[in-house]
């Protein structure tokens, strides 16, 4: 995948999220109780980049266009933001399997955001940002 990711839509189309938020409620809503630990493929709306810094580390970079998603998805994760700030959600990534010697799929990645408020996210200053 990561060789590909970059050149290949059937590649890049593999990449998988799952969002899981702790102690849901029912008063968490419908989009929220239904699609709760669900891994989602990203497919159309995503673009993958590798590149080299100055210092010689490798690194894919990912971005999902979220703007480019349908509307009820952009719905229900606008619907949890102002719920943020009570939030522990745990996201892990994987690549999808599409074979039996694929499997098991393993995450790649993972973190926890625990109780964000959007209001207070920091901005990654210019003299941080990687030159590519």
Not at 56 to 67: A, D, L
Request: charged fraction near 30%; glycine fraction near 4%.
């Amino acid at each position: 995948w990561c060789g590909q990711c970059d050149v290949s839509k059937t590649w890049k189309s593999r990449f998988k999220c799952i969002a899981k938020v702790r102690h849901v409620d029912s008063d968490s809503g419908s989009f929220l109780n239904r699609f709760n630990g669900k891994p989602m493929l990203v497919k159309e709306t995503s673009s993958a980049r590798r590149y080299v810094t100055n210092e010689g580390i490798r690194i894919i970079e990912y971005t999902v266009n979220m703007h480019k998603w349908a509307y009820i998805p952009k719905k229900g994760i606008v619907s949890l933001l102002p719920k943020l700030k009570e939030m522990t959600i745990d996201l892990g990534f994987t690549i999808e399997a599409r074979d039996d010697n694929e499997m098991p799929e393993c995450i790649l990645a993972s973190i926890t955001l625990d109780k964000i408020n959007p209001k207070e996210v920091k901005i990654i200053p210019s003299e941080l940002h990687v030159d590519c």
